[in-house]
């Protein structure tokens, strides 16, 4: 069974820096084929997709964004970790990480329960 | 364009048929995924590629896709179908990923 959970800060001020993690198990980021992405939704809002990383360590951003976010991953943890730049109050909204293989042609089979988090002063 | 887009709310009577469309030129290129979200969860996964369904997702649910429009049937609708669909695709250069606006049925 895959789970992946979300995890970091819920409150962040203004211009700081976004460090959030998700745990996941049930599957290998070693594995060819695998990849995790960093999919958000402000309150009240639609999905917006930021980004993935791939088994092999590439790794693609959504262009709006690129310039502020980094993703990393951790093999020996199970873990990949998205980092967001100068943060905004429009950055404020559940972040999701989600799984997915190119069995599925790398749509996003499984997802956390998403993080809800706050940029404000 | 780089974008995809939906129609915000469409509405079907219960047992009844419905079609969600998403519009955008990378979808000339490639297939929608579907997404439907409850309101309080989080996405699950109902259709990818031509019309492939994720196990569990009944198959009252079916995609089709004609040159840059993409659309998600449900035949029979259900109260518990009644959620916010999301559409989305890689783009054209098949470095990132874009999500549509999103649809939300009501089931009456």
């Known amino acids: 069974q895959i789970t992946l959970k979300e995890s970091g800060p819920t409150l962040v001020e203004p211009t700081e820096t976004l460090t959030l993690t998700c745990s996941f198990s049930?599957?290998?980021?070693?594995?060819?084929?695998?990849?995790v992405g960093w999919i958000r939704q402000p309150p009240g809002k639609a999905l917006e997709w930021l980004a993935l990383i791939y088994w092999d360590d590439d790794r693609r951003y959504s262009p709006s964004l690129k310039s502020r976010l980094t993703v990393t991953k951790d093999t020996s943890k199970n873990q990949v970790v998205l980092t967001m730049t100068n943060v905004d109050p429009v950055d404020t909204a559940t972040y999701y990480c989600a799984h997915a293989t190119s069995v599925t042609n790398w749509a996003e089979s499984s997802w956390g329960q998403g993080t809800l988090v706050t940029v404000s002063s | 364009s780089s974008e995809l887009t939906q129609d915000p709310a469409v509405s079907v009577a219960l047992g009844q048929t419905v079609r969600i469309t998403c519009q955008g030129d990378s979808l000339r290129k490639f297939y929608a995924t579907w997404y439907q979200q409850k309101p309080g969860q989080a996405p699950v996964l109902i259709l990818f590629d031509k019309n492939d369904r994720p196990s569990g997702i009944p198959d009252r649910f079916s995609g089709s896709s004609s040159g840059d429009t993409a659309s998600l049937t449900i035949t029979g609708a259900q109260a518990e179908d009644e959620a916010d669909y999301y559409c989305n695709s890689r783009d054209n250069n098949h470095n990132h990923v874009l999500f549509g606006g999103g649809t939300r049925l009501t089931v009456l």
């Open positions: 049930g599957f290998s980021l070693t594995t060819s084929g695998v990849g």
